[in-house]
């Protein structure tokens, strides 16, 4: 069974910064494309940022220059460093792997449970 778990939610002021981390955990034979998304209450669940294996990136444009994406592939960890942030960028922020449990499975994504990010004064 694979797991990913967020941490490092919480509130902070604009401006501020949080960072955000995502392991994944359980059976697991390998980790491809690892990302993250985010909801706001009434969105639609949109993509923030990815990264592959390679260390290749891609950045909503709302995040570009702000937000830096990067994994420990020998932790199986994705982090979302938010810099400067602001408050539409309020939202649960949900991580999100492409996993191969075991060599007899197929590759399928899987979700964090998401963790909250509040940006207010």
């Known amino acids: 069974q694979v797991q990913l778990v967020e941490s490092g939610g919480g509130l902070v002021q604009p401006g501020g910064s949080l960072r955000l981390s995502c392991v994944a955990s359980?059976?697991?034979?390998?980790?491809?494309?690892m990302g993250w998304y985010r909801q706001a209450p009434g969105n639609q669940r949109d993509l923030v940022a990815h990264?592959?294996?390679?260390?290749?990136?891609d950045y909503a444009d709302s995040v570009k220059g702000r937000f830096t994406i990067s994994r420990d592939n020998a932790k199986n960890t994705v982090y979302l460093q938010m810099n400067s942030l602001k408050p539409e960028d309020t939202a649960v922020y949900y991580c999100?792997?492409?996993?191969?449990?075991?060599?007899?499975?197929?590759?399928?994504?899987?979700w964090g449970q998401g963790t909250q990010v509040t940006v207010s004064s």
């Open positions: 999100n792997a492409y996993v191969r449990a075991t060599m007899a499975d197929r590759w399928n994504y899987y």
């Open positions: 359980g059976t697991i034979f390998g980790v491809g494309l």
């Open positions: 990264i592959t294996t390679s260390g290749t990136t």
